[in-house]
């Protein structure tokens, strides 16, 4: 049965920057902990890495086996950016931080990236729907440009509690950094950077994992909404931006 979180507490968990230059160990220690719960994550990658900020290792040149064997295993695989460098100040429709590397950027250059990027996939036989961009911030001109130069209709950001509907595109909300009981009906993405990772998070990781595992599910399990966002998912939206300005976070 297909879910779209109405009357449940549904998770989604996100891996982001994954690149051939990511901290391998770190890497093999989150794959081991999807093992061992039987979760299914997206996993965001960096095609074209040029971001000094992800060299952790050396580069694995067998990285792109590793993407396909995480699709074999029915985990999702989105395009994370192009280059994942920022070149813009703006934090466009998702304004979680000021930078970006398509917010603000002009269309000509965010289609360069989205054809690059998508090019990277097809390339390496790895199928992509999903978009997010690096530090969650992209515009409607990102928008455009994924319409213009690929087949991607979802974007995985936004703050709502369930998925929604808004024009050609579908959004799965991302509302936290890490993983935390949330105590309302909905669909709740956690997002995290493995290669960063300490070992303090790690271990909260698996001990909220072993008591909602239940609660995870796979992108693959979900509907696709028909609606827009509601009254509600606005007015959190509003509040959550608001608060965030208030706090000065940028
Ligand atoms: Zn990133």
């Given at each position: 049965m ?17 690149c ?27 095609p ?9 290792d050396?580069e ?43 917010a ?15 090019q ?114 606005k007015?959190?939206s ?13």
């Amino acid at each position: 049965m297909k879910l779209l979180g109405q009357n449940k507490t549904l998770y989604l968990i996100r891996f982001d920057d994954a690149c051939p230059t990511m901290k391998k160990e770190n890497w093999a220690r989150i794959e081991a902990l999807m093992d061992k719960y039987e979760i299914k994550p997206i996993v965001g990658i960096i095609p074209h890495n040029e971001d000094a900020t992800q060299f952790f290792d050396k580069e694995n040149l067998a990285f792109w086996n590793k993407v396909q064997a995480w699709q074999n295993k029915g985990w999702e695989i989105a395009m994370h950016g192009y280059c994942h460098q920022y070149i813009s100040k703006q934090g466009g429709l998702n304004p979680m931080w000021n930078r970006s590397e398509f917010a603000g950027v002009p269309l000509n250059l965010q289609k360069d990236k989205i054809r690059n990027g998508v090019q990277i996939f097809k390339n390496h036989n790895v199928n992509i729907r999903i978009f997010s961009a690096p530090s969650h911030t992209f515009d409607e001109i990102t928008l455009q440009a994924l319409m213009e130069e690929s087949d991607i209709r979802i974007i995985s950001d936004t703050i709502a509690l369930r998925p929604y509907k808004d024009g050609m595109f579908t959004f799965i909300p991302q509302v936290c950094g890490h993983c935390t009981r949330m105590p309302l009906f909905g669909v709740f993405t956690f997002s995290y950077h493995p290669s960063t990772m300490k070992e303090d998070e790690f271990v909260e990781l698996e001990k909220f994992l072993d008591r909602f595992r239940h609660s995870f599910v796979s992108f693959g399990d979900l509907s696709m909404p028909e609606k827009g966002k509601n009254f509600i998912d606005k007015l959190i939206s509003w509040c959550f931006f608001t608060q965030r300005k208030l706090r000065g976070l940028k």
